[in-house]
């Protein structure tokens, strides 16, 4: 048995059995120690067998193997990267292998994505990285893929990633929104969502592709009336953000954030400076009468509705949060339990709460999710365009039914974690076509924040402001 090092480097062990015995020839006995590959393996694997989301799987697995430190920290790098590039590596992996990468066994791309990942995207040694894969590959399918394994990777060396790129990447001349796709590898119909919303195929699509393909700081909400940001900065060893008052920002690397104290005791959360400010452009759009009566019409897991009831409490006001998942629903109870805050498991479309009574509406919809794939590291690949259909009529409805709620004069707020114009202007477009609504300039609710575009919808966006891709904008009922 061997002990990778923090390189992934093999340090050899007086009785090192995961090669033959001298002299003897013949497979050799899988490793057992490798337990930060493996982690990464079983997560890579989990996704592709049963549509597991990698960053569920993972820390459970990490918890429950007792796997902490530089461990840790590989099993993540190496599990979410893979994820991340899985359609880059596939290409690739197409290439080098002697049958169609779509026909090898499933558990065998596992290993290949894991070997080709560490090769092109990582700084572990080539021989650590081709040797360790092996191993896994014995371990995980038998002794017999070794060899195919071995032969894989071998033909994956001859060129770095940007040699690679060069080879299989569409033409740039000829279809350059394919070309940067494939590059930061994301799917081209993705790659084509974010050039249409920033009206850009050239520099800030490169950037916005890049900045979507690197990993994420994690950033937390400080509850308000409980603890400033300042504070969650000093408790946390994190940054204050610089657009939400209550956000802190933490390192990408920063361990498992659920560990931090004021998480524990429900002073902060986690929740993405992208998702406050949405949340605080609904609290900051001017009104004029009551500003009692708020709504949360898609309010599961609870993130926003924390955020808005601990708001609209400091006043002496309520909020109404809708969920129609139980399951949901009873995760907004546990994150609002001392708040204002009375949950509805309900369609959002007929809550059977009364019209025209609610001072601000939020309509947190549900979506593509493309503004934060960053993190979720499979969602790119697994994501379609014939997803969209089905979204945008729900969340027209959401829209509607959310106009009906509340009150003339009220303000609406029209949320998605997506840049995808189908789900952003052209919904917004089409209840405004329905006449008895206003649109307000959303970029004033968004105070201090820079490159927010003409308006009057606000996108924001990962290389722009560093939070997710989420899309805002805020309507009047006349
Ligand atoms: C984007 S998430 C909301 C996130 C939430 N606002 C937060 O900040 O934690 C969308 C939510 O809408 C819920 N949803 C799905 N269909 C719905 C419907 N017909 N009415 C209301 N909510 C719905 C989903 O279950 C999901 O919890």
């Not at 093999?10 to 015995?21: A, E, G, I, Q």
């Not at 409980?226 to 504070?231: G, N």
């Not at 659920?258 to 759009?285: H, I, W």
Request: a negative charge.
């Amino acid at each position: 048995m061997s002990n990778p090092d923090r390189h992934g480097r093999r340090r050899p062990r007086p009785n090192d059995r995961s090669r033959p015995p001298r002299g003897r020839k013949g497979p050799a006995r899988p490793p057992v120690e490798d337990a930060a590959r493996q982690a990464a393996l079983d997560t890579v694997a989990a996704v592709r067998e049963r549509d597991a989301y990698a960053n569920l799987v993972l820390p459970g697995l990490l918890r429950e193997r007792r796997i902490s430190g530089r461990d840790a920290a590989l099993a993540t790098e190496l599990a979410y990267g893979t994820c991340r590039a899985r359609g880059l590596l596939d290409a690739i992996l197409d290439e080098c292998s002697d049958r169609p990468f779509d026909k090898v066994d499933g558990p065998l791309q596992d290993v290949l994505r894991l070997g080709a990942y560490q090769l092109l995207r990582t700084r572990v040694p080539e021989h650590a990285a081709v040797s360790t894969t092996v191993d896994l590959a014995r371990a995980a399918v038998g002794s017999f893929a070794a060899g195919f394994v071995n032969a894989v990777l071998r033909r994956v060396l001859e060129h770095d990633e940007a040699g690679w790129v060069d080879r299989l990447a569409p033409d740039p001349a000829r279809d350059a929104v394919g070309n940067l796709a494939f590059r930061h590898a994301h799917p081209r119909w993705i790659a084509q969502a974010f050039a249409d919303a920033l009206g850009d195929t050239g520099e800030e699509l490169r950037e916005a592709l890049a900045a979507d393909d690197a990993r994420p700081a994690v950033h937390l909400v400080a509850r308000p009336g409980e603890v400033s940001a300042d504070e969650l900065a000093a408790m946390t060893g994190g940054d204050v953000a610089p657009y939400s008052p209550y956000a802190v920002r933490l390192d990408p690397g920063a361990g498992d954030p659920a560990d931090l104290e004021p998480l524990r005791e429900q002073l902060a959360a986690v929740q993405d400076e992208g998702s406050q400010l949405a949340a605080l452009a609904l609290t900051r759009a001017p009104l004029t009468g009551s500003d009692q009566r708020w709504l949360d019409l898609c309010a599961g897991p609870g993130g926003k509705a924390t955020l808005l009831g601990a708001l609209v409490g400091l006043d002496g006001g309520t909020l109404d949060a809708v969920e129609p998942s139980a399951h949901r629903a009873a995760l907004v109870r546990g994150v609002t339990g001392d708040l204002p805050v009375t949950v509805h498991e309900a369609d959002g479309r007929a809550p059977e709460l009364p019209a025209g009574s609610y001072d601000r509406v939020l309509v947190d919809a549900p979506c593509t999710g493309l503004g934060a794939l960053r993190r979720r590291p499979e969602a790119r690949w697994r994501r379609q365009p014939s997803d969209l259909a089905a979204l945008a009529r729900l969340q027209r409805e959401l829209l509607a039914s959310a106009l009906g709620l509340v009150r003339p004069g009220g303000v609406v707020a029209y949320v998605v974690c997506s840049p995808h114009l189908r789900e952003t202007v052209e919904t917004v477009d089409d209840v405004l076509r329905g006449g008895g609504v206003e649109q307000l300039d959303a970029r004033p609710a968004f105070p201090g924040v820079d490159q927010l575009g003409d308006g009057p919808h606000v996108q924001l966006w990962p290389h722009r402001h560093g939070t997710d891709a989420m899309f805002c904008a805020l309507l009047r009922k006349l």
